[in-house]
């Protein structure tokens, strides 16, 4: 695996259904997830747009998810937003600086924290409808022109991080410079 620094700007834990993030001096990572965040577990329910029916009971990939501050910087430029995207509103646990594109992680890539604690990408994390309404109602144009929800949902894609499991437990602390280990597959034969 490849490796590369990024810095943890914010680190959040979300306890209601609104997908809102409450940012944290520090959290702790439990082999089923975030303690005290509403994605922590070992199995979660399928949503509209899994791979599997909605309602069937599958092991949670869903842990935790990422995004950088660089995506959501070109997400707010291409948007024209009069104000910087923050992580609250874009419901993620971790917002990283130093990895443009994050989103690109590859599955199996690891985040090394300096406590021990280590998470591992699983896939990338689509843009919904109900986080494209959120920004939509919270954010608008330097032009004065109307944000539409098809318009974020365009801007987002592939720019809204990843989710992940949590692999080996410990603390993560905002401010945390993070050894970034990108998956790459073996040489067979």
């Given at each position: 695996?490849?490796?590369?620094?990024?810095?943890?700007?914010?680190?959040?834990?979300?306890?209601?259904d609104d997908m809102a993030k409450?940012?944290?001096?520090?959290?702790?990572?439990?082999?089923?997830?975030?303690?005290?965040?509403?994605?922590?577990?070992?199995?979660?329910?399928?949503?509209?747009?899994?791979?599997?029916?909605?309602?069937?009971?599958?092991?949670?990939?869903?842990?935790?998810?990422?995004?950088?501050?660089?995506?959501?910087?070109?997400?707010?430029?291409?948007?024209?937003?009069?104000?910087?995207?923050?992580?609250?509103?874009?419901?993620?646990?971790?917002?990283?600086?130093?990895?443009?594109?994050?989103?690109?992680?590859?599955?199996?890539?690891?985040?090394?924290?300096?406590?021990?604690?280590?998470?591992?990408?699983?896939?990338?994390?689509?843009?919904?409808?109900?986080?494209?309404?959120?920004?939509?109602s919270r954010y608008v144009t330097?032009?004065?022109?109307?944000?539409?929800?098809?318009?974020?949902?365009i801007e987002a894609k592939r720019?809204?991080?990843?989710?992940?499991?949590?692999?080996?437990?410990?603390?993560?602390?905002?401010?945390?410079?993070?050894?970034?280990?990108?998956?790459?597959?073996?040489?067979?034969?």
């Amino acid at each position: 695996m490849k490796g590369q620094k990024a810095t943890l700007i914010s680190v959040s834990i979300g306890t209601s259904d609104d997908m809102a993030k409450h940012v944290r001096e520090y959290v702790m990572a439990d082999l089923d997830g975030f303690v005290d965040d509403k994605h922590r577990g070992f199995s979660r329910v399928c949503y509209e747009g899994d791979t599997e029916p909605v309602g069937t009971v599958r092991r949670n990939n869903r842990q935790w998810s990422g995004m950088s501050q660089e995506e959501a910087q070109e997400i707010q430029e291409a948007l024209n937003l009069d104000q910087p995207l923050l992580p609250v509103d874009l419901g993620v646990n971790v917002f990283v600086e130093g990895i443009r594109d994050f989103s690109k992680l590859p599955k199996g890539s690891k985040l090394v924290f300096p406590s021990g604690a280590v998470l591992v990408v699983e896939d990338f994390n689509p843009p919904c409808t109900y986080m494209a309404d959120k920004i939509v109602s919270r954010y608008v144009t330097r032009s004065g022109k109307p944000l539409t929800r098809r318009r974020f949902l365009i801007e987002a894609k592939r720019k809204r991080g990843v989710v992940g499991v949590v692999d080996v437990p410990g603390k993560i602390c905002s401010g945390d410079v993070i050894d970034v280990k990108r998956y790459k597959s073996p040489k067979l034969g």
